[in-house]
């Protein structure tokens, strides 16, 4: 068996081995790149990478950040990465081993960047899998809620915001609170990630918080808290559980990413 | 919209949690509770949706007899009495569901029973009024991060402790009304799975990834112990026994029972003492104990709720054994130092035995007495024991040709009749076979191991015990008799090899009808008569040692000159070990039983479910093992004999005075793809095959009224996950999966017992390790309606067509070719304007056709528009695929679903992609060039909030259903090609990957949606 499940492993596989990289997942990053070109940007100076071990999104920003540049523009780039599990080193790249939908880990990245505001903030969280798919969907949202609730802490407005979805029975509810804080909201698929799986990336852009509603981080207060006070459609607490009512739901424009040439994650050759 | 028309009729899915409640087991069943009976077979006697979408992932009873269920956000409190059991089914139960912003991890009535606590999950403990008021709220400041698990435990009305299971491996045990941490009990690793406190508040189970339990002391905050043994991660925990056990259940499918055994209070220890197989691959979510009555109530993923004996496990009341001096001390029977026991049988009034020197002794099962019958020099060391337990005989045999038989007056105090045969025909004896044969009389086969000796059977009266008549056949060549059957004139001995022989007592010169090597086979074990059809077909089920069994149908000749002829309807293997035997019980469902490796097994195969088990020896084994009379009261349903270690040891293996199952579930994981065989009905309901990520294929039918679903076979064969199924005709159907297989199957419905279905044939594969996927196929018959081609599209892009000769039995490859290096999805092969059209669809969403009307040796039938017929001769060649006439993209991304269908003029494809979308390509014939262009005419861009899984065109081409991973089943309407839709509903089903329906004889829709899980509707 062992020289069959070798020969199995895809081509992105490979590549990454090649390339240097930690995961396959870099090409996903790299295509969405290809296709939105958000890490093109000169202006590009700070970003936040959540739920990163083992880090080849860390290797790509790190690339894209510091790979010919100036010393000057080196001084004024920061990279954060974060993660449950521990990371190994990556030049240029500010690790924290936590878990990010604490909101003590929130504030800890907050006071890694000062003052300072975040141009792009990524997740590529993935909890572990149980099998129940609703709690499975549930805790995954959850993640990205708290990339998001960092991400209105820390983002400058017209910033961006990507992170890994799983297109699941809520994810439309999911979609239609980030049209509330984005111009522009799309669900990509990279060429990279397997068409058998339901994983896709939302892919925001154009960050634009609501005018009336200043984001307070505290650590007493859990994501729906947080959100509580902006209007994200579900998020109202009251003193009453709420009679049941269907939530607002909206549908993402679908992108496919990664030109003709790129490899069919799916075939085995 | 149209008002919705769609009805659901029945769901099979996940079952979350159960619990005991008076006489009743409760279970969360998908969205509803489902309340069962199980003293009263396990009647259901309730059932109500408390969700509208959401499902039940917990409950709660309080003293008052109020019910408390949440799951996801959803909660709600209902009087079990009033609104649920003593009410009509399906009342609106639902009118109570509330929301909660977060979601809830677990909920608790107080103890006044006044409130309920609701613990969310992000360590928030709402406490509310029973009617949804929220009174107050609690946190554990600074510890507000994500919940995988947790519980509450009330202690009394001021002391409530919240247990949090974090995902960073601590345990956060916290006090509510002071709000203050208690402990942060650190020591496993990874997210925790469940955390539960014993019912005194002094102990803490928890169990996380990495597989273990551990057992804390709320008041040291200090680990005593850990139980290692399950094989993967634990989901749920409970004490019982004043918090001296503990169950568990597992991803492994076992619910297991553990000891907590402490020395003086001061090291701890926590024994595994039970493992119950009780859940098809692989969670098992819920349990709960009855501690009166002893016994576990589980639930699982795959559906089922299993009832669990917990005090028979081992219970050595059940077995009572004896060593040759027990028997020598408790009666007056003197036996030698190397005297043991070498043959068995038990008879209603005891059991019979007879010593390696020929001692007969007997026990009395009333009086518990051994007692020495006679002595026989001439049964010393080798013999064989035989019965007819309903006439209380007894025979022995050794190997020098001589009988002896005892006939028992019923309370087996005397010996009636006696008589003491011998055979001059044979040299030796190595065999001694005994059947009832008819009402008067018994058979005994008897064979020596001279291939040129006879096989004699021997006719005996019942009554008088002499020989009636004497059969002496001449024996099949490499022929070792192992098990008999009589049936008519006929004698059916198994064999070695997989064989078996059937002997004609009317016609003993004629030499026996061979039915040769069942499967690469071992000894034949059991043959046993079940019925016979309109057709006079006698349909028999055999047993093989190496663990197949098959059911083969048998047509004896009319007079003795005619032939018999026998067909295998069906072929299966058990799940492992070896199989000895199999029967039907009185409720129609099979049973297996045999070893693995030294644990003897009885097993519901019907519906995949361990019986009993006992550990029982090494490989030399003797053993018996003896049904009880199922029309009596009693307690015991089988008796297992068996000697282990020189000592003698009477098992029984007793009924369980609840159902095994209350619901007995489908598939432990995702349904990939259904298949309804819609050509005929079965006893008024259809037959239909399901097949799963487990790597199984499970054959059913269903109801068309109530949607009740009735299991039948289980098929092992595949070795990998399902990817697709389907019925091509009403004989046939296909299976494909990864690892290159696939599988022609054949179905028979011509008998009562159920629908039997066996391997036809396999497609060839391209190497010896193949490891590509078959990921769709579609097939063209011919006239004849047995031969056809299939397309068979590959995830290395690869495209091959077949015949499939079904005369020869053979699959013959007639194209080969790949399309370029995109993994196809799906295929279709269509005949439109008498050419032969090939579809496929790649994971770039791409649609390609091709014409291979010239590259086929078949033409189309001018008869029959839709068949081919046989053309040029059949070349040996392979011919390469010829270029595609036409490539379109359709959708953004794989496209993961494609149905086909035709009117006068245009042939239309639907398809479902990847990126949400529903496409309508119309094709349309070209006179002037010969060939077709297709148009895309209809495009919904959001035909879905995710992955469209399937489509499925019906209504004569006026509607389509679709199924997508956001769990809602569409209806649309085709009118000139373009979709509006019509209807939509949602499905319990989550993963909603496929579907299939038939239109009944009343003209009403059936449809099936699978997923994880299986919804019948009515449409
Ligand atoms: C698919 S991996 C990320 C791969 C990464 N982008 C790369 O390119 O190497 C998903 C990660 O999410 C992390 N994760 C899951 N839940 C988390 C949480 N609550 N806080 C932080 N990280 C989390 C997991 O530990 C895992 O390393």
């Known amino acids: 068996m062992g020289k069959s499940s070798k020969d199995k492993r895809d081509l992105y596989y490979r590549k990454a081995k090649e390339q240097g990289y930690r995961a396959r997942s870099a090409f996903k990053l790299l295509q969405l790149n290809d296709q939105f070109h958000f890490l093109d940007d000169t202006n590009l100076k700070r970003v936040v990478d959540l739920c990163a071990a083992p880090g080849s999104w860390s290797q790509v920003l790190s690339k894209k950040l510091f790979n010919d540049t100036t010393l000057e523009q080196q001084n004024e780039r920061k990279i954060v990465a974060v993660d449950l ?76 915001f990507v992170a890994k979805i799983f297109r699941g029975r809520d994810i439309d509810m999911l979609y239609s609170q980030l049209g509330y804080l984005f111009e522009n909201v799309v669900c990509a698929k990279p060429k990279s990630s397997r068409g058998t799986s339901l994983e896709a990336f939302i892919v925001c852009l154009g960050y634009k918080p609501p005018s009336n509603w200043k984001p307070r981080l505290d650590v007493d207060f859990s994501v729906e808290e947080f959100f509580s006070t902006c209007n994200l459609n579900k998020l109202q607490i009251s003193d009453k559980l709420q009679d049941w009512h269907e939530e607002e739901r909206k549908i993402a424009p679908f992108m496919s990413c990664g030109d003709l040439q790129s490899f069919d994650s799916d075939a085995t050759y | 919209m149209a008002e919705t028309c769609m009805k659901e009729l029945s769901h099979y899915g996940p079952s979350l949690c159960v619990k005991f409640y008076k006489n009743y087991v409760v279970s969360g069943y998908g969205p509803f509770i489902q309340i069962y009976d199980y003293h009263d077979n396990g009647k259901l006697i309730h059932k109500s949706k408390m969700f509208r979408k959401n499902k039940i992932h917990g409950l709660s009873v309080s003293s008052e007899g109020k019910l408390l269920v949440f799951g996801s956000r959803s909660v709600s409190v209902v009087d079990l009495d009033d609104d649920l059991i003593n009410n009509d089914e399906n009342v609106d139960a639902i009118r109570f569901e509330k929301l909660n912003s977060e979601w809830i991890i677990n909920g608790e009535f107080s103890a006044n029973g006044k409130f309920i606590y609701l613990l969310t999950s992000y360590n928030k403990v709402l406490i509310c009024d029973l009617i949804g008021n929220v009174v107050s709220e609690k946190v554990l400041p600074g510890e507000r991060s994500i919940l995988y698990s947790g519980s509450i435990k009330v202690l009394s009305n001021d002391k409530v402790l919240i247990n949090a299971g974090t995902v960073m491996g601590g345990v956060l045990i916290w006090d509510l009304s002071t709000e203050s941490k208690i402990h942060n009990l650190l020591g496993h690793e990874g997210s925790i799975f469940h955390v539960t406190v014993s019912d005194n508040g002094e102990l803490v189970a928890s169990c996380s990834d990495d597989r273990s339990i551990r057992i804390w002391d709320i008041k040291l905050g200090k680990e005593l112990c850990i139980g290692w043994g399950h094989t993967a991660r634990i989901w749920n925990l409970k004490f019982f026994s004043n918090g001296t056990k503990l169950v568990s259940v597992s991803e492994d499918s076992t619910c297991r029972i553990w000891d907590l055994r402490s020395n003086n209070n001061e090291t701890f220890e926590l024994r595994l003492s039970q493992v119950h197989e009780a859940h098809l691959i692989k969670n098992v979510w819920g349990v709960d104990i009855q501690e009166e009555e002893n016994l576990a109530v589980t639930s699982g993923n795959d559906g089922r709720i299993k009832l669990i004996d917990i005090k028979d496990y081992g219970d050595p009341s059940n077995e009572i054994s004896f060593s040759m001096d027990d028997i020598s001390e408790k009666s007056v029977i003197k036996f030698n130092k190397e005297e043991i026991i070498k043959g068995f049988h038990q008879f209603k009034f005891g059991l019979i035995a007879i010593t390696s020197l020929g001692k007969i002794i007997k026990f009395d099962f009333e009086t518990e007495v051994w007692q020495l019958i006679s002595v026989y020099d001439k049964f010393v060391s080798y013999s064989s024991t035989n019965a007819i337990v309903k006439h209380n005989i007894i025979i022995f045999s050794n190997n020098k040709c001589d009988l002896l038989l005892l006939k028992f007056s019923s309370d087996g105090h005397d010996i009636t009749v006696k008589q003491e045969l011998h055979l001059d025909e044979l040299s030796k004896t190595n065999n001694c076979l005994v059947e009832e044969f008819n009402e008067e009389s018994l058979l005994v086969c008897l064979e020596s191991p001279n291939p040129r000796d006879k096989f004699i059977c021997l006719q005996i009266n019942n009554e008088t015990l002499t020989i009636v008549e004497k059969y002496s056949f001449t024996k099949p060549e490499n022929f070792v008799s192992s098990c008999l059957e009589v049936f008519q004139h006929y004698i059916l001995v198994g064999s070695r090899f997989a064989t078996i022989a059937i002997f004609d007592k009317r016609n003993v010169d004629k030499s026996a009808y061979i039915i040769k090597r069942l499967n690469h086979g071992d000894t034949t074990t059991n043959i046993a008569y079940v019925e016979c059809n309109e057709h006079q077909s006698h349909l028999f089920s055999v047993t093989n040692r190496d663990g197949y069994y098959n059911f083969i149908s048998i047509n004896f000749p009319s007079d003795c000159n005619g032939s018999i002829t026998y067909k295998v309807i069906h072929s299966n293997k058990i799940m492992k070990g070896f199989l000895e035997g199999a029967f039907f019980n009185d409720k129609g469902e099979y049973i297996t039983y045999g070893f693995k490796s030294s644990l003897f097994y009885i097993y519901n195969e019907t519906h995949c479910y361990e019986i009993a088990s006992q550990v029982c020896g090494g490989a030399h084994r003797q053993w018996k093992l003896f049904p009880c009379d199922s029309d009596e009261e009693e307690e015991t349903q089988f008796t297992l004999i068996y000697i282990k270690a020189s000592r003698l040891h009477l098992k029984r293996i007793n009924k369980l005075s609840v159902p095994e199952t209350l619901e007995s579930g489908l598939h432990g994981r995702e349904i990939r793809d259904v298949t309804i065989l819609k050509e005929k009905s079965y006893n008024d309901e259809y037959i239909f095959c399901t097949g799963s990520e487990d790597t199984t294929l499970k054959l059913g039918q269903f109801n068309t009224v109530t949607g009740k679903v009735t299991n039948h076979w289980t098929e092992r064969k595949h070795v990998s996950g399902l990817q697709r199924c389907k019925f091509i005709s009403e004989k046939l159907m296909i299976s494909s999966s990864a690892r290159e297989e696939l599988l022609l199957w054949e179905i028979n419905d011509e008998f009562q017992s159920g629908p039997y279905i066996t391997i036809r044939q396999t497609l060839p594969t391209s190497s010896d390790n193949p490891d590509l996927r078959i990921m769709d196929f579609d097939t063209i018959f011919l006239t004849n309606g047995l031969d056809f081609i299939v397309s068979t599209v590959y995830s290395d892009s690869g495209v091959k067509i077949w015949y499939y000769d079904h005369a020869k039995n053979i699959f013959k490859l007639l194209i080969e070719g790949r399309y370029s290096t995109v993994c196809i999805l799906n295929t279709s092969l269509e005949i439109f304007r008498n050419q032969v059209w090939l579809f496929i669809a790649t994971t770039d969403g791409q649609l390609i056709t091709y014409n291979i009307t010239d590259y086929i040796p078949f033409a189309v039938s001018k008869e029959e528009k839709s068949r081919l017929v046989a053309q040029s001769v059949m070349n040996e060649e392979i011919i390469g695929l010829p270029l595609p006439i036409g490539t379109m993209v359709v959708h953004q991304s794989g496209i993961k679903t494609m149905n086909i269908f035709q009117d006068d003029n245009n042939l239309k494809i639907y398809t479902g992609g990847d990126d949400n979308a529903i496409g309508i390509i119309v094709f349309k014939y070209d006179q002037t060039k010969g060939t077709i262009e297709g148009n895309i005419t209809s495009f919904e861009k959001n035909a879905g909030s995710s992955t469209i899984t399937s489509c499925v065109v019906f209504n004569h081409g006026k509607n389509l259903l679709s199924t997508s991973v956001d769990q809602i089943v569409r209806i649309w309407t ?43 509707w009515e449409s």
């Open chain 2, 974 to 1016: 085709v009118e000139d090609d373009i979709l509006r839709l019509s209807e939509q509903k949602y499905t319990t089903c989550a993963d909603t990957g496929a579907a299939d329906i038939v239109t009944d004889k009343n003209d009403s829709n059936k449809l099936l949606i699978g997923g994880v899980g299986l919804s019948i």
């Open chain 1, 85 to 160: 599990q521990p990371m190994s080193p990556i030049d240029h790249v500010v690790t924290l081993q936590a878990d990010i939908t604490h909101p003590k880990t929130l504030k800890r990245i907050l006071e890694i960047f000062g003052n300072e505001k975040a141009d792009f903030v990524c997740s590529d969280g993935a909890p572990d899998v149980t099998g129940l798919h609703d709690l499975d969907e549930y805790v995954q949202q959850q993640l990205i809620m708290s990339a998001l609730q960092l991400t209105t802490c820390i983002l400058k407005e017209g910033g961006t």
